[in-house]
């Protein structure tokens, strides 16, 4: 059996949910599936039928590279362990933090800088980029 005939279930549901710029290919026993979810509960539903699949995800035969895409205005909530999001000057860690976002805070996201960073907007006003995979769409 091959990995995407194993993952056949996963790989429609990602079709059938509206993921753009999808790309399935094995390499190397590995199943590689990537692009980008319409919202974070499309990319939770995959991780979801990827664990029915394969229980505690034990067998490492497939790498999920599905980011979930944010309209422009729309909200998220900060996500990070505890601890607070650092809010930067430009999208990177080299660039200077000029705020802070709370673990649990609602923020608004103004553009995606690109996979890696989000432009956002906190209520305080601080408007800065902050790493994305800490933001969760609301």
Known sequence: ???QDKYKTLIDTAN???????????QNNVLYIDGSAPS????DKLWSIYNQIDPDYKSGDVVINVNATAASGSKAVVST???NLNIRKGPGTDQEIIGKA???ESVTILSEANDQWSLIKNAKG???YVYKQYL???
Request: glycine share 16%; net charge negative.
């Open 1 to 3: 059996m091959s990995l």
């Open 16 to 26: 059938q949910s509206g993921v753009s710029g999808l790309q399935v290919r094995e």
């Open 40 to 43: 974070a509960a499309v990319k």
């Open 81 to 83: 362990n505890s601890g």
């Open 102 to 104: 709370a673990h649990g």
């Open 126 to 128: 601080d408007e800065g």
């Open 136 to 138: 969760t769409a609301q």
